[in-house]
């Protein structure tokens, strides 16, 4: 069936530090995959993307890699600070004739002063 | 340029009451997403339309939920005889176009069913 998940619902770092949140996908004809952060009592907020045909995107501090051979995405975030604590959340796109995203469970980042 | 707008942000209902949500997709978004979301979980997509067409409802209870998007006006998602399962945080997103899109999301509306 479909889904997606992630490996570490919590993970908590220290200021400065980098963080790496992995999630797992299922379904091997998406083709089209977002990060989301969360923060408490708001919607989703767009971190970055990547299509099946890259391995790897560098956004603002943010990477995202994409390992097709094992279904697998992570996030890198540099320099961790108080503001990136929220909720991730990985979402996959299998195209077709709709346009739905299929989320993961979210992982907590709790970033420690 | 305004983001997607949701209205109620905060909605109660007593059991068997009917619940409306609407949203108001980004300007120039013709495709407006609705998902679910229980506290402590993902997401889970529940209808993806557009102006006056519901292109896939395959996440939508089969009684008792409705969405439509008219040509004017925000789209709604209604919900009747609500019931205590249905307390849950509604989200809308908005894209200008299907494919590899950046879905924008509103601020959600907080349902809860005494």
């Known amino acids: 069936g479909e889904s997606v998940g992630l490996h570490l619902p919590t993970l908590s770092v220290q200021e400065g530090d980098n963080s790496i949140i992995n999630c797992a996908y299922s379904?091997?004809?998406?083709?089209?995959f977002i990060w989301y952060k969360q923060e408490s009592g708001k919607g989703p907020q767009f971190i970055i993307d990547?299509?099946?045909?890259?391995d790897k995107r560098q956004g603002q501090r943010v990477t995202v890699l994409l390992n097709k051979t094992v279904k697998h995405l992570s996030l890198q975030i540099a320099a961790t600070q108080p503001g990136d604590s929220a909720v991730y959340f990985c979402a996959e796109n299998i195209g077709g004739a709709t346009n739905k995203l299929i989320f993961g469970t979210g992982t907590l980042l709790a970033v420690q002063p | 340029n305004a983001g997607v707008m949701q209205n109620p942000r905060h909605l109660v209902r007593r059991r068997g009451q009917e619940a409306r949500l609407r949203c108001s997709p980004m300007?120039?978004?013709?495709?407006v997403y609705w998902y679910r979301q229980l506290p402590e979980e993902g997401l889970k997509f529940m209808v993806y339309l557009q102006k006056e067409n519901i292109i896939d409802e395959s996440g939508m209870p089969k009684e008792r939920f409705s969405a439509e998007f008219p040509k004017e006006g925000p789209s709604i998602l209604r919900i009747q005889q609500v019931v205590r399962g249905d307390s849950a945080a509604y989200f809308c997103?908005?894209?200008?176009?299907?494919?590899?899109?950046?879905?924008?999301f509103g601020p959600g509306t907080r349902l809860t069913v005494l």
């Open positions: 990547i299509r099946s045909n890259m």
């Open positions: 997103a908005s894209s200008p176009s299907t494919g590899d899109n950046e879905q924008f």
């Open positions: 379904n091997s004809a998406s083709d089209y």
């Open positions: 300007k120039g978004h013709s495709h």
